[in-house]
Structures are given as structure tokens and as C-alpha cells.
């Protein structure tokens, strides 16, 4: 190989290398765990809290659109 094909492959090589050193590993893409815990924990309060609050409201809610429907009348 002549000094120009070896520096052109040098090249490259130092390019492939530079490429792949910033780019995260499979360990480093694992996500924040703890953050997605805590995301999840707030949304379940934050449930709880509003079905306490507006539970009984919804409950009545329901019962009187079931009570409302009327059935088939038979002649």
C-alpha cells in the first residue's frame, strides 16, 4: 500500500473511532429509574386524592344516568 492509502485508512479509522466514542453504551441508555418511580408514585396519589374528593360526586352521577334509562316497554 502506498504512504497515501495508509494515510487515507488512518483517516478513516480516526473518523469510525471518533464516531463511536461519543455515542452512549447500552449501559448508559438504562433511563432514570428512580425518576419513573417517583412519576408513578405522584400519579397514584394524585388518583387516590381526587377519588376521595370526587368519588361520592361520581358515584351518584352513575347511579342516577343508570336510574335514568328506561327498558324496552312491553305493549
Given amino acids: 500500500m502506498t504512504h497515501a492509502g495508509m494515510?487515507?485508512?488512518?483517516?478513516?479509522?480516526?473518523?469510525?473511532?471518533?464516531?463511536l466514542?461519543?455515542?452512549?453504551?447500552?449501559d448508559r441508555e438504562r433511563?432514570?429509574?428512580p425518576g419513573w418511580v417517583l412519576?408513578?408514585?405522584?400519579?397514584a396519589g394524585?388518583?387516590?386524592?381526587?377519588?376521595?374528593?370526587?368519588?361520592p360526586a361520581l358515584a351518584q352521577v352513575f347511579t342516577d344516568a343508570i336510574s335514568s334509562v328506561k327498558g324496552p316497554t312491553i305493549p
Fill in 7 to 19: 494515510s487515507m485508512a488512518r483517516s478513516a479509522l480516526a473518523r469510525l473511532r471518533s464516531g
Fill in 21 to 26: 466514542v461519543g455515542r452512549p453504551g447500552p
Fill in 31 to 33: 433511563g432514570d429509574v
Fill in 39 to 43: 412519576v408513578t408514585l405522584m400519579t
Fill in 46 to 55: 394524585l388518583v387516590i386524592a381526587l377519588w376521595a374528593v370526587a368519588g
